[in-house]
């Protein structure tokens, strides 16, 4: 009963006046481009094709809520002058998908995304980039797997016909985004970066009941998608031969709410003579929904990188479900980045 009334609200909560709040990964790094349009060209190699899958609550819900995304992007420097580092242009196109089976509610979208990194200090390398993204934002829901109180029938079901004046049940926005990031590796063992993401600059107007023909006073018609930021920041550094480490932040502020991700990965070289490496570490997430900040679930990661492919695995457990002696509101994800030309050496950005 109470996975009902959890996906009961979360679903009212699109059709009246609450802010909408975007879906997130807890191994934000696998999906770069939600993270900051910015990032596109942020690797070394000439392409980076990566994909994250996150499946949530399964335990909790009958139907657990899943979020996928997939993400390709491609650079091409700009050798203006072969004694200067060369500035970097990328492209990239992003695929989101966003759903709550249950009652079938969906949210998909398509982003390109283009970035310009100018090069500032050949010595130790350092880059100040720039993205944009453009794409169409779509929501549906299917109105089969809702019933109103007047299906009724107060003998064994809901078998009348409804009168809800029900809106249409899918709708496209245009969406805008843009990012700034900055990265600075001034050896081979080291390398800083910090960038900073601002998501849905135009606030679309997401409500269903926002349509010309809908005659109805008392109806809010205005959901706005509130404006996100993403803040985020992390390094690189070895400890020794075999080993680096790989502390990480990314903030997201959206509406009134905010969330925090932090930790760090462990990166162990597996083999002297073979890239392999193994990627190990916890991380924590706070968040702030209405009123009071606090601690929400630690997560687990861990990967395996092998010559042009990273493979991670997470897993999230809520402290809040701990705290009452349930396990239901746990999370699970799965995510592959492919870097063609790539070399593990000489990172431009952390890639797990």
């Known amino acids: 009963m109470k996975s009902y009334y959890i996906i009961v609200f979360l679903i009212v909560s699109t059709l009246v006046s609450l802010k909408a709040q975007d879906a997130h990964f807890s191994q934000f790094y696998a999906a770069p481009l939600l993270m900051n349009p910015a990032t596109a060209g942020t690797y070394t190699g000439t392409f980076r094709i990566s994909t994250s899958y996150r499946d949530q609550w399964r335990s909790a819900v009958d139907n657990p809520f899943r979020t996928f995304v997939a993400s390709g992007d491609v650079k091409f420097d700009l050798n203006y002058n072969r004694t200067k580092m060369a500035d970097v242009v990328a492209i990239g196109i992003t695929f989101f998908s966003d759903r709550v089976n249950t009652f079938d509610y969906n949210t998909n979208q398509i982003m390109l995304t283009g970035a310009y990194h100018k090069a500032l200090d050949k010595k130790t390398k350092q880059y100040l980039g720039i993205g944009v993204q453009a794409g169409i934002l779509q929501k549906s829901l299917n109105y089969e797997d809702l019933t109103f109180e007047d299906q009724f029938n107060a003998i064994n079901g809901y078998t009348n016909a409804t009168g809800e004046n029900l809106p249409i049940n899918n709708k496209a926005f245009a969406d805008f985004s843009l990012g700034l990031y900055y990265t600075i590796s001034p050896s081979k063992d080291f390398n800083f970066h910090v960038g900073l993401g601002y998501y849905h600059i135009n606030q679309p107007n997401?409500?269903?009941?926002?349509?010309?023909?809908?005659?109805?006073?008392?109806?809010?018609?205005?959901?706005?998608?509130?404006?996100?930021?993403?803040?985020?920041?992390?390094?690189?550094?070895?400890?020794?031969?075999?080993?680096?480490?790989?502390?990480?932040?990314?903030?997201?502020?959206?509406?009134?709410?905010?969330?925090?991700?932090?930790?760090?990965?462990?990166?162990?070289?597996?083999?002297?003579?073979?890239?392999?490496?193994?990627?190990?570490?916890?991380?924590?997430?706070?968040?702030?929904?209405?009123?009071?900040?606090?601690?929400?679930?630690?997560?687990?990661?861990?990967?395996?990188?092998?010559?042009?492919?990273?493979?991670?695995?997470?897993?999230?457990?809520?402290?809040?479900?701990?705290?009452?002696?349930?396990?239901?509101?746990?999370?699970?994800?799965?995510?592959?980045?492919?870097?063609?030309?790539?070399?593990?050496?000489?990172?431009?950005?952390?890639?797990?």
């Open 206 to 352: 997401i409500s269903f009941f926002f349509t010309p023909n809908n005659i109805n006073p008392n109806i809010i018609l205005l959901d706005k998608l509130s404006s996100k930021y993403s803040v985020h920041t992390g390094a690189s550094f070895k400890t020794g031969d075999r080993m680096s480490v790989q502390p990480r932040i990314n903030a997201l502020i959206q509406g009134k709410s905010t969330e925090i991700n932090l930790g760090t990965t462990f990166r162990y070289k597996l083999s002297k003579t073979e890239g392999k490496y193994l990627h190990i570490g916890p991380y924590i997430r706070g968040v702030k929904n209405y009123s009071n900040f606090g601690l929400e679930s630690i997560i687990a990661m861990v990967g395996i990188e092998q010559n042009n492919f990273i493979i991670g695995f997470s897993y999230d457990q809520s402290l809040k479900s701990i705290a009452n002696g349930r396990t239901g509101l746990s999370s699970f994800e799965f995510s592959v980045i492919y870097i063609g030309e790539h070399n593990n050496e000489d990172n431009f950005c952390p890639q797990f």
